[in-house]
């Protein structure tokens, strides 16, 4: 008879035992009804957010947080304060240097337009051995507009207005030099449709060449109004986040003192200090840029404006003046009834341009360099208004010759009113460039370190808050 080892193990009874050979496994029992189901588990959030209600019911916890809001709000305020301060520094250094010389030399290109039509009528006027003098300046006025040309090219959008108005230039500005050329050709051997191609070349300019270049120094105009309400706009995002992290910290140190009885808190007294002067540096330096810059708009950008339109009305009438007598009354209009030589017609509207022009730039003028040059092309306009007079009397009264000298004569001619009208319209135009530069770069340089700074100082302050909280959790430890 065969025994089992004394040794060997009892055998197992319940679920998790093996089930004997040949016997299936028993599935384990039910959980009774009624009893409550395993918990769910929670997300990581969850738990995260019950450890920060949790901690939130003590005094540390509550410091900690404090302390991560504060040093928030501090560094919120540097960012938006670098932002809006960048932003604004970078729209009047573009005033400066990008959209008011583009818009100054928009108009060099309308002028040096105007003023070669000018001398091509002067130069044809002489005859056909022209002078020099004549032929040089319309020879420098063209390069200067094409150079001009060049240069707004390149500063132009792609695919912009601009860009279709400077490339239009450009093609005309060829068809213009050929008929001119045409016209000398034809003036030399002493054919009289040599005229006729100056009249057209004179036709091409002032109802193509001209509005396009007056598009232009429109458009460029629009663009330097563009830069200044970028530049100009106060920065209230940054001025409101500034208010705010200082009165959050002057609630941290009433909440302090209350509780601790201390009346300082360094870390906070230091954050609040460096932050309140980022603040006083954000809102006066802002200030002054923006009084600088208004600066430079109203006794610089307008003078400039109503200064070169003035000159382009010189130009202009200069030129109508010198082609009626190249027409000899082949061009007239017919205004009220009454028939007129075109030119001048023209003559008389651009004269009236430049006496408002000049009214209104010794009005702007906000001291005696820009009003004395301005005065003094006053009192040339005045002479050149009564020489042409006469001028026109002679032109009028059939007596060609006496005409033609008293506007292009050697001495007392009208030629020489224009020449001073335009040489003192070009140093009014000088000094107020002198002003608005002056005025743009301190309008610049008030804003050109608070970027920077604003951002030193509230990483200090944002320093300074936590170690002013850290202080008084230390003592709880």
């Avoid at 028993?26 to 009624?34: D, E, I, T, V």
């Amino acid at each position: 008879m065969t025994h089992p080892p004394k040794s060997a193990a009892p055998p197992v009874v319940g679920p998790g035992a093996s089930a004997a050979p040949g016997i299936p496994a028993q599935a384990p029992r039910p959980a009774p009804l009624g009893s409550p189901a395993p918990p769910a588990r929670r997300t990581a959030f969850a738990e995260g957010a019950d450890r920060l209600r949790a901690a939130a019911t003590t005094e540390p916890g509550r410091l900690r947080i404090i302390g991560a809001v504060l040093a928030l709000l501090v560094v919120a305020f540097g960012a938006v304060t670098a932002w809006q301060a960048s932003e604004r520094a970078a729209a009047a250094d573009d005033v400066l240097h990008r959209s008011q010389p583009l818009s100054s030399g928009a108009a060099d290109i309308y002028r040096s337009l105007a003023d070669a039509n000018t001398a091509a009528s002067s130069g044809f006027l002489a005859g056909g051995q022209e002078p020099a003098a004549a032929r040089d300046r319309y020879e420098k006025d063209i390069r200067t507009a094409a150079a001009g040309l060049v240069t707004a090219a390149a500063n132009a959008e792609p695919g912009s207005a601009s860009e279709a108005t400077i490339a239009k230039l450009n093609k005309l500005l060829p068809e213009y030099k050929g008929l001119v050329e045409r016209a000398r050709t034809y003036n030399r051997q002493g054919y009289p449709v040599g005229g006729a191609y100056l009249r057209y070349a004179n036709e091409k300019m002032q109802q193509e060449m001209l509005p396009a270049a007056e598009d232009l120094y429109t458009k460029e105009n629009a663009r330097l109004d563009a830069d200044y309400a970028d530049a100009t706009p106060y920065p209230w995002i940054a001025i409101a986040l500034g208010v705010l992290a200082l009165a959050a910290l002057g609630w941290a140190q009433r909440r302090s003192y209350r509780r601790t009885h201390r009346v300082l808190n360094h870390g906070l007294v230091a954050a609040s200090a460096v932050t309140a002067a980022a603040l006083l540096w954000l809102v006066i330096g802002h200030a002054v840029a923006r009084s600088e810059l208004n600066g430079s708009y109203d006794h610089g950008v307008r003078s400039l404006t109503v200064l070169h339109d003035a000159r382009i009305a010189s130009l202009k009438a200069r030129g109508n003046e010198n082609l009626s007598l190249v027409a000899r009354g082949a061009e007239t209009i017919t205004v009220g009834g009454k028939t007129y030589d075109a030119y001048y017609h023209d003559f008389d509207k651009d004269m009236a341009v430049l006496g408002d022009g000049l009214t209104r730039a010794q009005k702007l003028a906000d001291d005696q360099g820009g009003r004395t040059p301005v005065k003094a092309a006053v009192g040339n306009m005045a002479v050149w208004k009564q020489r042409h007079a006469a001028a026109r009397a002679e032109d009028e009264n059939g007596n060609y010759q006496q005409a033609l000298d008293k506007v292009i004569g050697a001495k007392g001619a009208t030629g020489e009113c224009f020449d001073s009208v335009d040489s003192n319209l070009a140093r009014a135009i000088d000094h107020e460039q002198g002003e608005f530069q002056r005025a743009a770069g301190d309008g610049r340089d008030a804003m050109a370190g608070v970027p920077v700074g604003a951002a030193v100082l509230v990483v200090l302050g944002a320093a300074g808050a936590v170690s002013g909280i850290g202080r008084r959790l230390s003592e709880y430890r």
